[in-house]
């Protein structure tokens, strides 16, 4: 394959992993890691597996002994179909690197229908970051192979396994003495049968088509149903750019989205501006608008100097339309130093905190220094940044107090999002480092993992509200007191049994559109913190997670906030508590009102209603499920009043209070 491959290498090293004084403060955006370019077209094999840690219970479309499923964002890769079917890509590998390919899997309706398989893929040749969209009840993927073009795959009949396989060449990208027509990193959507799809060319350095390096470029394709053909357009430099303007482009550091009559590009990287391409006539004229201008003007990666460490995109971004056509923007923040042009290699911060969320209605961010996009700068001047969470609710995320390795997906610590916008809500699903001291000590050093997370905005962007953590699994508790290890030098040890770890969850990805109530999406779990591809080392499979949730449960199921009552107690184990996350609303009430909470399992319930002289006016035996709940109750016949609502199960109670006039 032809990709960047990122091995990153922490400058620093392991002293007190398990140290008890944390820091709440910690300036870990002065913690450079190294990045160094590797150019060569073949990645290593994974070496053999590990054996598991432990296994685990969820919805499983697949599994993969590749492990980095993007060089920053991600490309479509999951279609929601209005029946309610829905199907899903990824890059799948075997044992050895030849068998990477695109992994398929299918919802009927009832059931994922595909091998899990990490050697099933849908191409008989090697491919990888397959993407995927869909035109009626055809599938349509593009994946490249590394060296020549884009492998472009169709099924004319949705879960049908029926693909048959053409390829697209790029524009011819010359180094003055030879050239070539290799496209990667694709993505790709589409409005009725009109395709869009954007690419780079070659990156070997050196090729330059238009006089940029890995050039991003755009095709308008239109799908022929009688024949299950695509007819391409010309390319074109997204954004309409110059190599003044942009002198190169970097593979997924961009995102597509299309809506109605509109289509929108996003390039979000860390060398040059933000800027968004637009057009509102299905993709035959568009406008570009700078978002963020980077206080470097021309800047890339291979010939600036960058010794003041500006703060920049992270090159992580996502990118969603609204029923309005309006844009909605997220991208991680960094920082960045490159002190040597002659090392091939720059420097990131991982531990830079902060995301920026940003849409069409808000102003750019314009005529930047190197501090503009420092997240409490940013913050300061009014735009919505999303940060680490705190998940035990002592006061704040933890970094430890002795040096842990992050994870290299060179990237922010907060980041990799992936927007939905639809009836003027927001949904943002994104992964971020995990509150202490969730850490990976399979392979001796410690590294962060990283999560899974949503929120949402119920007016537009304009304000987000509560946290859910979408990847926690049930089966692990939180430990914040280490002194009953008798042995301290033998902690690395006892870590994997004193505590159950919830692993690595990263590069979520989210069908751009709600059905049935319904928001459904994918992401890359397994026990190993970073890529083992990219990192090295030995690698075990990792899992393809699939989860669907009610859109009105982002911020109430697994709410942050309040997850902890409900699941971390200190090193005994697991709280009995069953139920977390409970809200009203309306509160005040008048007529009805809803109860909502999150349940850890099934169980039988009594929700009963006491007045504040303790007497109880209202009681009823309920069950409830796993996950989201939501109880519809009538106050017709309470007194104006205040009154305490108990949802009790064998193993706890939980109360809130409402409030009837």
């Not at 309006?326 to 923040?333: L, N, S």
């Not at 890529?531 to 982002?554: F, R």
Request: glycine share 8%; charged share 15%.
């Amino acid at each position: 394959m032809k990709k960047i491959l990122l091995a990153v290498t922490a400058l620093f090293l392991v002293n007190a992993m398990f140290a008890q004084d944390v820091v709440k403060s910690r300036d870990l955006s002065t913690v450079a890691m190294k990045k160094t370019i590797l150019t060569g077209r073949e990645e290593a094999a994974p070496q053999e597996a590990m054996p598991m840690v432990r296994s685990i219970s969820r919805n499983i479309l697949g599994t993969t002994f590749y492990d980095l499923q993007t060089n920053g964002s991600q490309a479509p890769k999951i279609y929601a179909h209005p029946d309610g079917t829905i199907s899903a890509v990824w890059t799948t590998m075997a044992s050895a690197a030849s068998s990477r390919g695109t992994g398929y899997n299918y919802y009927n309706g009832n059931n994922w229908i595909n091998s899990s398989s990490s050697s099933d893929r849908i191409e008989n040749v090697r491919t990888g970051w397959g993407t995927m969209t869909c035109v009626g009840n055809a599938e349509i993927v593009a994946s490249h192979n590394g060296t020549t073009a884009l492998v472009i795959g169709v099924c004319p009949q949705k879960g049908s396994n029926n693909w048959t396989f053409t390829t697209l060449e790029g524009p011819a990208a010359s180094n003055g003495s030879q050239t070539s027509t290799c496209l990667l990193w694709p993505a790709m959507v589409s409005i009725g049968n009109t395709i869009h799809l954007i690419a780079c060319t070659e990156s070997d350095a050196g090729y330059l088509y238009q006089g940029i390096q890995t050039c991003l470029v755009y095709y308008r394709g239109t799908f022929d149903a009688s024949t299950n053909t695509i007819t391409w357009s010309e390319p074109r430099v997204v954004g309409d750019v110059t190599a003044q303007e942009v002198p190169a482009f970097s593979g997924d550091s961009y995102a597509i989205a299309a809506k109605g009559n509109t289509v929108a590009i996003l390039n979000a990287p860390s060398w040059n501006d933000v800027f968004l391409w637009k057009s509102s006539d299905n993709g035959v004229n568009f406008t570009k608008t700078t978002i963020f201008e980077h206080p470097y003007e021309g800047c890339s990666e291979a010939t600036t100097l960058i010794l003041d460490t500006p703060y920049v995109a992270d090159g992580a971004c996502a990118l969603a339309l609204d029923d309005n056509g309006t844009a909605h923007v997220a991208f991680g923040i960094t920082r960045l130093l490159n002190d040597d042009l002659s090392d091939g290699s720059y420097s990131y911060y991982p531990g830079v905190v902060g995301m920026l969320y940003w849409n069409e209605n808000q102003q750019p961010i314009l005529n930047t220094n190197t501090y503009t996009l420092e997240p409490s700068n940013i913050e300061a001047a009014g735009y919505t940044v999303i940060h680490r969470s705190d998940l035990n609710n002592d006061g704040g995320a933890y970094w430890s107090g002795g040096e842990v390795d992050f994870p290299g997906y060179g990237v922010g610590a907060v980041s990799m999002p992936q927007l939905v916008a639809e009836n003027g809500k927001v949904y943002m699903i994104y992964s971020t480092i995990l509150d202490w001291p969730f850490l990976d000590v399979n392979n001796g050093a410690a590294k962060y993992y990283r999560g899974v997370f949503a929120t949402k905005s119920l007016d537009n962007g304009n304000t987000f509200g509560d946290v859910s953590w979408l990847s926690y699994n049930k089966d692990c508790y939180y430990l914040d007191d280490w002194s009953w290890v008798s042995d301290t030098n033998d902690v690395m040890q006892h870590a994997m049994e004193a505590l159950y770890v919830d692993g690595e969850s990263v590069f979520p990805v989210v069908a751009p559109n709600i059905v049935n109530g319904q928001i459904n999406m994918w992401w890359q779990q397994d026990f190993f913190a970073g890529s083992q591809v990219k990192d090295g080392g030995n690698v075990a499979e990792s899992y393809i997670h699939y989860q669907t949730l009610d859109a009105d449960s982002v911020g109430v199921y697994n709410n942050t906030n309040e997850v902890w009552q409900g699941i971390w107690i200190d090193h005994t184990g697991l709280s009995n508590k069953v139920i977390s996350g409970m809200k009203m609303y309306p509160n005040p009430a008048t007529n009805n009102v809803n109860v909502t909470f999150s349940s850890e399992e099934n169980a039988a319930a009594v929700i009963s209603v006491m007045n504040l002289m303790g007497q109880t006016v209202y009681t009823e035996n309920v069950n409830i499920h796993e996950g989201y709940n939501m109880l519809n109750l009538s106050v017709n016949n309470f007194s104006n009043g205040v009154y305490m609502v108990n949802i009790k199960t064998d193993k706890g109670i939980s109360t809130q209070k409402l409030i009837v006039k």
